[in-house]
């Protein structure tokens, strides 16, 4: 069954051209606001201009890839702003990602030209491979330099994913499929008294609904701190009058409800990218908040998929994707590109203004994913997403699962392919099979290897090694050296057997749902360390990070130690110690009488 909603061709073709009507529209109204300063309209325009002109003077022309290294923060917004005004394309690198990997997409997308923030040293990798780096100063005398009218199917930005081949894929996303998405397709009317809070990595694809769908609709963009527990964001939201948020579900599904009944004065909270909590969102909704669940890949322009919930969501009931965003088509189809009856379960395909051009110099892959759609006749073209859905009799999709081996980790893509192949190249292995299983806190990779008779590779060298290709949350959480791996009857990798041994690895640890006094508040940090990680044998002297935790376990464990014991750890006590212990150590001294009972939590680097 096909589900389809038209729309009329949004107001504005270019980035360019919607940010300028904004501008102009709403001049003296506050643009985008972080700890430091606030911008106007205005001025943010005049910024975006003078770095523009710093562009060209380097040569920055049209259809050029531009690369943007920087943690979130207002420089990338105005590079951003300035390489979309002089038609050239944005490639936002990921500074927490390995060199290797960045250096990869720079030379694959031919950045000659890379923007950092001002006084930030140039990476080492770049500073190896591209000539030209630039901050984003603007100088005291604004510049001007004539600015091409671009085309809406023109590129505004690449963004790379995780790929089944091995190797990252560059996705090219058009000026029409952002604007659409900011100015129609956003479910929010979002408006000018409206504050959007910006709290995604630029190289994730929700910072596009975040920033342009702000700036081109005379809202304010409001900058979260860097490392912001669960009640630093809470307070962010509170104290810039934010209106509108959008979270990764792994991060929603994490908030205590404290928290929750603090965010329910949001106009709208989105949350996406992964499977939503139920339970999370009926105690949001019974606070009074209003929550959408958003669904949509990276290809078809951040969202395609909407559904708004009702306040009497159960908090068993599972929740659907909901229906397709305007300017979005969805069909549900078999595998002969034939609709499937309604309640059946088929594969997405999804069509419309926000469909990208498909995968950077890649066009065997690009024909592969991006099929002639075959409902219209003007040559349009659907994207296969690989998703398993089926269509409620009320027009809603609800999420199966995949045909492939493709996950979500932290609202990130993640290719169990690419993995296996960093696997195998960081430790020579004869062959290596990750499986994806989850817990009642997280979800994880756990890799089983098959290591060369010759060589000698040990769980923490293998992972020291595979951190050089590849970013935190693609890591396995644990790695299980076998002499061979399980093969089904037809001689393929028993996935499924592995699969069930990982979940058999955690389960102890996903089974205990209290606490017990009795143990002592080390034994009680240690029991939701185990918990939080999916490993049992972690003890005082592991390290947080090398132990599998990453930035949202982190603010999982702050939010414990908030809702059970009524302290608030930083979240830079994770970052910075070197064992569990330590951080134990910490919470005791912050337990004790003699100290207060909250501390400020220091802003470190995203």
Request: proline share 6%; net charge negative; charged share 20%.
């Amino acid at each position: 069954m096909a589900v389809n909603r038209d729309a009329a061709p949004a107001s504005a073709a270019s980035l360019r051209a919607a940010f300028a009507n904004a501008a102009r529209t709403h001049s003296s109204r506050t643009a985008m606001v972080d700890g430091v300063r606030t911008w106007t309209y205005a001025e943010l325009d005049l910024a975006s201009d003078a770095h523009a002109a710093a562009l060209a003077r380097l040569g920055v022309v049209r259809g050029e890839v531009v690369g943007i290294h920087m943690s979130r923060c207002a420089e990338a917004v105005i590079a951003m702003l300035a390489i979309a005004k002089l038609g050239a394309v944005y490639l936002p690198f990921d500074p927490a990602a390995p060199d290797q990997r960045l250096a990869a997409q720079a030379d694959a997308a031919r950045v000659r030209v890379v923007v950092i923030a001002e006084g930030q040293s140039v990476p080492i990798w770049a500073a190896q491979r591209i000539p030209h780096a630039i901050g984003t100063a603007t100088p005291d005398v604004p510049e001007r330099v004539p600015l091409p009218d671009v085309h809406e199917l023109e590129l505004a930005y690449v963004m790379y994913t995780s790929g089944s081949s091995g190797e990252p894929k560059g996705v090219c996303v058009t000026h029409r499929g952002v604007v659409d998405l900011a100015m129609r397709a956003n479910c929010a009317d979002i408006g000018p008294h409206d504050a959007v809070g910006q709290v995604m990595s630029i190289a994730f694809d929700g910072a596009t609904f975040e920033i342009w769908g702000s700036l081109l609709n005379g809202a304010c963009l409001a900058m979260a701190p860097p490392n912001v527990s669960a009640n630093g964001l809470c307070a962010f939201v509170e104290e810039r009058g934010v209106t509108i948020l959008l979270l990764s579900t792994g991060l929603f599904n994490s908030l205590p409800r404290d928290a929750l009944r603090r965010l329910s004065g949001l106009r709208m909270l989105f949350a996406g990218g992964d499977v939503m909590s139920s339970q999370t969102a009926h105690d949001f909704l019974m606070a009074g908040g209003t929550l959408a669940n958003v669904y949509g890949p990276t290809e078809i322009t951040t969202f395609s998929h909407c559904h708004v919930m009702a306040a009497t969501q159960n908090e068993t009931e599972s929740i659907p994707i909901g229906l397709p965003v305007p300017g979005t088509s969805a069909y549900v189809l078999d595998a002969d590109l034939r609709p499937v009856p309604i309640g059946e379960e088929g594969e997405l395909y999804l069509a419309g203004t926000g469909l990208a051009q498909g995968y950077l110099d890649n066009p065997g892959l690009t024909a592969e994913r991006f099929l002639p759609d075959p409902f219209v006749a003007d040559g349009a073209r659907m994207y296969r997403t690989g998703d398993l859905v089926r269509q409620s009799p009320q027009g809603w999709l609800e999420y199966i699962g995949r045909i492939d081996t493709q996950v979500k980790i932290r609202g990130f893509r993640v290719e169990l392919s690419e993995v296996e192949a960093g696997l195998c190249a960081a430790g020579d292995l004869l062959a290596a099979c990750v499986v994806h299983v989850r817990n009642a806190d997280a979800s994880m990779l756990v890799a089983y290897c098959v290591a060369r008779a010759a060589t000698e590779i040990n769980e923490a060298t293998l992972l020291q090694n595979l951190r050089q290709r590849l970013p935190d949350y693609m890591l396995p959480r644990h790695v299980v050296f076998l002499p061979e791996l399980p093969l089904t009857i037809n001689g393929k990798v028993d996935r499924a057997q592995l699969a069930a041994a990982a979940r058999a690895r955690i389960a102890p640890v996903a089974a205990i749902e209290t606490e017990d006094a009795s143990d002592g508040l080390e034994g009680q940090l240690l029991t939701q360390f185990r918990r939080l990680l999916g490993n049992q044998q972690l003890d005082v002297d592991d390290n947080f990070f090398d132990a599998g935790g990453d930035s949202l376990t982190a603010m999982r464990f702050c939010a414990h130690l908030d809702e059970r014991h009524g302290i608030e750890l930083p979240l830079s006590m994770l970052f910075e110690a070197d064992s569990l212990g330590a951080v134990i150590a910490r919470v005791r001294q912050l337990k004790s009488p003699a100290a207060s009972a909250r501390i400020p939590t220091p802003q470190t680097p995203a």
